[in-house]
């Protein structure tokens, strides 16, 4: 069975740090897209990175990037985002999902992972 579980949210002054992890079963990262979402209240899912297994290329929303980092590790089988220097506009529930490939609607995304909270407090 195909699974991605997401884990490793929490809470965190702004300006600090969180490493949220994305574990999968049932297939390999480095053969899919990994990517990380998030939804906070109110508000629609929204694509935070991406990384595409074949060629380790990344992809990251404009306001994230220089902040986090996503990376892959092929021996655990679980694709890691970095978070440094949080804003409490970063505060919503973390989801990973896969994909044949990144740069491609969220809504084609499938095993979906139960999500991890993040909040950032000011």
């Known amino acids: 069975e195909v699974q991605l579980q997401a884990f490793g949210g929490g809470l965190v002054q702004a300006g600090g740090s969180l490493r949220l992890s994305c574990a999968a079963s049932?297939?390999?990262?480095?053969?899919?897209?990994i990517g990380w979402f998030r939804q906070a209240p109110g508000k629609d899912l929204e694509g935070v990175s991406c990384i595409n297994g074949f060629d380790g290329s990344t992809y990251y929303k404009d306001s994230v990037k220089g902040r986090f980092t996503i990376s892959s590790n092929n021996a655990e089988n679980t694709v890691y985002l970095q978070m440094n220097s949080l804003r409490p506009e970063d505060t919503a529930v973390y989801y990973c999902?896969?994909?044949?490939?990144?740069?491609?609607?969220?809504?084609?995304?499938?095993?979906w992972g139960q999500g991890t909270q993040v909040t950032v407090s000011s």
């Open positions: 999902a896969g994909n044949e490939i990144c740069g491609v609607p969220v809504s084609t995304f499938g095993s």
């Open positions: 049932g297939f390999t990262v480095d053969d899919y897209a």
